[in-house]
């Protein structure tokens, strides 16, 4: 079984810039997470999607952060602008179903570096 | 506030002996807690849930404590090898909807 799969897997760019994370969840995977990881913390919800709707964004800066997953299958997360406290990893996670004991499959993560 | 602490520091152990970390939360009620290892440049891997009524889980060599009253979930390695060196996450759902809180986790070192 194909795991979850993240692109690009590092990104460097200047703050103010725009970049986009992309994430093909594990098929058949209602549920998909985006999560941010700074170096030496845990990884950190930033939002939760039951197929194409939100669950939960409480923590995602909406000034500068939105994520989108329209056909409920893949997704991407878009920074603009992007600040220097951006740097971190981008963790995408899928499992089977909203509001059960499931694990959750993460994938590589996308390594941001804002200069 | 609400908090989930594990060890900042990296637990270093011969090869052969058990490991034991620590995951303490405070003003959490969770359904059930969660821990993965993470190894350098790639995401967690989960490794064992256990739920709020249950005092015990074991999978291999790993085995998982969950004390509601203390507030805190000891993760045992036993028969550590070199292999088991990572870093080991606890994480928690207090709402029943799969939203995971993550302690910092733990660095688990196991030296030959």
């Known amino acids: 079984e194909a795991g979850v799969a993240q692109s690009p897997r590092y990104k460097i760019i200047e703050k103010r810039q725009s970049v986009a994370f992309w994430c093909n969840p594990i098929?058949?995977?209602?549920?998909l997470y985006w999560y941010q990881q700074i170096l030496g913390q845990g990884p950190k919800l930033l939002i939760q999607?039951?197929?194409?709707?939100?669950?939960?964004d409480s923590q995602l800066p909406k000034d500068r952060f939105s994520a989108e997953r329209l056909k409920g299958v893949d997704s991407t997360l878009k920074i603009q602008p992007a600040k220097l406290e951006d740097s971190a990893v981008y963790l995408c996670?899928?499992?089977?179903?909203?509001?059960?004991?499931?694990?959750?499959?993460f994938g590589p993560g996308t390594r941001l570096t804002v200069l | 506030s609400q908090k989930i602490e594990q060890n900042s520091e990296a637990l270093n152990i011969q090869e052969g002996k058990t490991a034991t970390l620590t995951c303490n939360y405070t003003?959490?009620?969770?359904?059930?807690l969660q821990w993965y290892r993470q190894d350098p440049g790639r995401g967690p891997v989960f490794l064992l849930l256990?739920?709020?009524?249950?005092k015990e889980k074991r999978k291999e060599r790993l085995k998982v404590t969950f004390d509601t009253t203390l507030k805190q979930s000891l993760f045992h390695i036993t028969a550590s090898q070199p292999a088991d060196s990572a870093t080991y996450l606890c994480?928690?759902?207090?709402?029943?909807?799969?939203?995971?809180?993550f302690g910092t986790g733990t660095r688990l070192l196991v030296s030959p």
């Open positions: 996670a899928s499992s089977l179903a909203h509001g059960e004991n499931n694990e959750q499959f």
């Open positions: 098929s058949g995977h209602a549920t």
């Open positions: 256990i739920r709020e009524n249950e």
């Open positions: 994480a928690l759902d207090d709402t029943g909807f799969q939203k995971l809180v």
């Open positions: 003003n959490y009620s969770p359904a059930y």
């Open positions: 999607f039951q197929n194409n709707g939100v669950v939960d």
